[in-house]
């Protein structure tokens, strides 16, 4: 498995207003409150639904500390990620999950996380998230009950979740 020399900038739009969040612009996803979570950064629930929709032989986690290399070829199992993410030489809360195929990506940061994903697989871990009662939508607006009105400081969140356009402000 080759690592991408920055996945972030692979994967997610930093630039200006951020809208859209992603590279290609066609993602959507949701956006989650880091607080609510250990070093992983998402609920277990939603990372099975994830390796269930995309069906990833593995994936890699790339952090951001110099003296942490990115983890490579990590099984797409909860107990293998959590390892992961809990090492102890893990100075950095940030990192980003994602696969060979360029499809899904995670974006794990101090305040969020972003998962993003094109349409298909979207498409799949909606129907995975079913099982649990939510969406990717909806676990956004738990987090962030704001997401769903006018309010332009949600308008990243909305651009996420595919209810804003692609190049709104």
């Known amino acids: 498995m080759q690592q991408e020399a920055n996945p972030r900038a692979r994967f997610f739009n930093e630039a200006g207003d951020c809208i859209p969040p992603f590279v290609d612009s066609s993602w959507r996803g949701c956006c989650l409150n880091r607080d609510r979570f250990d070093a992983t950064m998402m609920p277990r629930f939603l990372f099975e639904a994830l390796m269930a929709a995309t069906g990833s032989k593995e994936f890699c986690v790339a952090f951001y500390t110099p003296e942490q290399p990115p983890a490579l070829g990590v099984a797409p199992s909860w107990a293998a990620f ?21 499809n899904w990506a995670v974006l794990c940061e101090l305040d969020v996380v972003v998962l993003g994903a094109s349409p298909e697989i979207a498409a799949r871990i909606d129907n995975e998230l079913e099982q649990h009662g939510t969406s990717l939508k909806q676990m956004t607006v738990w987090d962030y009950p704001d997401t769903l009105s006018p309010d332009p400081r949600y308008a990243y969140m909305r651009a996420v979740v595919g209810l804003e356009p692609a190049g709104a402000p």
Not at 82 to 102: F, I, M, W
């Open 82 to 102: 959590h390892a992961v993410t809990s090492r102890p030489a893990n100075q950095s809360l940030e990192h980003v999950l994602s696969d060979p195929s360029g």
